[in-house]
């Protein structure tokens, strides 16, 4: 095991500045494995407008966010995470309250299911519990409802 005093002094951080703008590179040594590295880099691809990592040259993720131009309090963002031959789509919605912004749906498709979870939040500011969750719907369609006696569901 790699202690945090030998993993702190052999972390790299270059920031680069190229053709597509900055990229981040991460090297780092791979434990047990006789001393090789790996790279990871993140940057943004403007042609697709996304965000990109890689690790060791190899597309791993992308995600881009973005916000809805009919609803300017939601934005949306989309992640692909690739491993293997396994990709996992997950897009998670957040809506912005007065106390800020909060994940009020997310869909999870992993093998072509859309595994959905919405979140719902007591919003009059003048009752008990502004701004906590007031339901939790499941992907399995199971409800979770925070009973609260003084604030009527």
Known sequence: MISLKTLALALAVLILQGGTGYKLETHYPVPGNGGSVDLSESF?????????????????????????????????????????????KTIKVYRGFAWGQELVKEIEDADGQALTTITTFYEDPTRAH???????????????????PEYPQ
């Open 130 to 148: 502004y701004g906590h969750v007031k339901t939790m719907t499941l992907p399995n369609g199971r409800v979770l409802h925070r009973f609260i």
């Open 44 to 88: 943004y691809d403007e042609a697709q407008d996304v965000w990109v990592l890689t690790r060791n040259g190899k597309v791993v993720t992308k995600s881009r966010s973005v916000v809805n131009s009919g609803d300017p309090c939601e934005r949306v963002e989309t992640r692909i995470d690739q491993d293997g031959d396994t990709t996992k």
